[in-house]
């Protein structure tokens, strides 16, 4: 009798703990989501300008990884409880009150304690679930770890854009204040009791986690900016990119000198690691179809608001999730992690293939099998990837693994996504000047073609004035065509990297037995 009520109260405690693994994780790309897209409402309700709410964008994100890579080895020494239930409160607070304040300077300081309360969460997720649960619950730790990308970005579209129109920008604040709460009730109930580890503390590599958090939230800060700031023409970003490069070069050098180093960087010389890692990236440009092309080419080209994008993706999205996820798991169980990394490279490589398509008619249905494609390849790719991670690593390394692969989220998301808008940004310019460059007055009969632009509906005016307005209806069919060519070029970006993901992956060994694939 006892051992069975033991039995149920272990269960219940794993339950609470998945379920607050899981929504922490979503908390915290939901949150990025829904402010990355409700930007402009923001600005509008705190009277910003372009650049300051540019750099309120920055500092609501940056901070994050200043203290996510660190946090897998915090829970070790301090146990779950100890480190998640006071950033639960302590965000709830500052993302009630944030609505309340117009300084700027406030909002810039209240934006980057809570970016580090976001890194907490989502960095705590992975050592959280491999530390409170049984082995045969942490490959769906791990899905709903992965399933929080494509939820974030396809229902954050419509709750961003819907808050400002129905209930309220504030509520892009509001929603995580209810949330986080529960989040640290369910840790206090979950979490396993432990004592610190003052022995793991004792031989804590202080330094070695402030240098590195520091030199990549410099990068991230440079980053960031330079697409607004046209790169190294900026003495800021040189600055920021010349900063986190001596501090990188600090921390390879302190991590090469101290006798137990945290995360030192020759847990990347396994090969399979190396290769898991490359997949990622790959993996990350790949999934831009869905996270960047197709919802900018709605707005920019479409002229949609992002409620009227979310509001197709959100009657599929919770069942295109729960299909990707559930095929997910089987493939990783069953086929292994390489066949599984094989089959979404290739959704991914389709869906980016259809996506080079692209016309100037096309809006919400023809993005239907893209959506579908792009969903099935994340959860795949992404869980596959992991699990290769995680299953080739000496278990007394997956401390230093898991602050890897908070870099490889935070970092190369952030790389590959601004890469990207510069790309897009740059194609656009080219692409305007060649077709500007079949666009002269030398074109036979220009002056009547443009009074036929012009001309419209209206019946009155001189043919000058239908003139004028046919150059500014001329103007805007360039514009919109150059936009096209250029998210046919992203979309080529994306296909490429799909292709080079199943290069990588033929590169990969079979990897050794694990829990997440048994």
């Known amino acids: 009798m006892a051992n069975s009520l033991s039995s149920h109260q272990d269960l219940s405690r794993q339950g609470f703990v998945a379920v607050a693994v899981v929504m922490a994780s979503i908390l915290t790309a939901f949150d990025v989501r829904t402010a990355s897209i409700g930007l402009p409402d923001l600005r509008g309700a705190f009277g910003l300008s372009f650049d300051e709410g540019s750099w309120l964008s920055t500092f609501a994100t940056a901070p994050q990884i200043l203290v996510a890579p660190c946090v897998g080895w915090l829970i070790a020494v301090f146990g779950v ?247 997910a798991i089987v493939l990783v169980r069953t086929v292994k992690q390489r066949v599984a990394l094989i089959i979404g490279f290739i959704c991914f490589a389709l869906s980016a293939w259809l996506g080079t398509q692209l016309t100037s008619l096309w809006s919400l249905p023809e993005f239907r099998l893209i959506v579908v494609l792009q969903t099935f390849g994340e959860e795949i790719v992404f869980l596959a990837a992991v699990a290769t991670l995680f299953s080739n690593v000496n278990p007394a390394r997956a401390i230093a693994l898991t602050a890897y692969v908070q870099v490889v989220r935070l970092m190369c998301s952030e790389t590959i996504g601004t890469a990207m808008a510069t790309w897009i940004r740059q194609r656009e310019q080219l692409h305007s000047y060649l077709i500007g460059l079949h666009v002269t007055g030398a074109t036979p009969e220009w002056n009547s073609m443009l009074a036929k632009l012009g001309s419209g509906s209206e019946t009155s005016g001189s043919q000058a004035d239908a003139v004028k307005r046919g150059i500014g209806v001329l103007a805007g069919v360039v514009q919109r065509e150059a936009n096209v060519q250029a998210y046919i070029d992203g979309f080529w970006v994306a296909f490429l990297a799909a292709i080079f993901g199943l290069f990588v992956v033929a590169l990969m060994t079979p990897s050794p037995t694990h829990p997440l694939t048994k």
């Not at 942490?138 to 974030?152: D, E, G, K, S």
């Not at 600090?250 to 990347?268: N, Q, T």
């Not at 898991?276 to 092309?293: D, E, R, W």
């Open 81 to 327: 409880k100890r480190v998640m239930i006071g950033p639960t409160i302590l965000y709830s607070a500052i993302s009630f009150t944030i609505p309340f304040f117009q300084s700027f300077e406030v909002l810039i300081a209240l934006h980057a304690v809570r970016a580090v309360l976001l890194g907490i969460f989502v960095g705590a997720t992975l050592m959280t679930a491999f530390r409170n649960l049984d082995r045969k619950y942490w490959i769906f730790a791990l899905a709903f770890y992965v399933v929080r990308i494509p939820f974030a970005q396809n229902l954050g579209l419509y709750t961003a854009g819907s808050y400002s129109q129905t209930i309220g920008w504030q509520w892009l604040y509001w929603q995580g204040a209810i949330v986080a709460p529960v989040i640290g009730v369910l840790f206090w109930f979950g979490g396993k009791p432990m004592e610190i580890d003052r022995e793991l503390m004792r031989r804590a590599d202080w330094g070695g986690m402030a240098v590195f958090g520091a030199a990549l939230t410099t990068l991230y800060f440079a980053l960031d900016q330079g697409n607004r700031l046209d790169w190294f023409r900026s003495g800021l970003v040189v600055l920021l990119f010349a900063a986190a490069a001596f501090l990188a070069c600090v921390f390879l050098w302190h991590e090469s000198r101290i006798k137990e180093p945290w995360a030192h960087f020759s847990i990347l010389f396994s090969r399979n690691i190396a290769l898991g890692f490359a997949a990622i990236f790959c993996f990350m440009t790949a999934s831009l179809g869905s996270s960047l092309l197709e919802p900018n080419f709605l707005i920019a080209v479409a002229h949609l608001r992002p409620e009227q994008i979310g509001d197709f993706l959100a009657p599929y999205a919770v069942l295109l999730l729960v299909c990707a996820t559930v095929t």
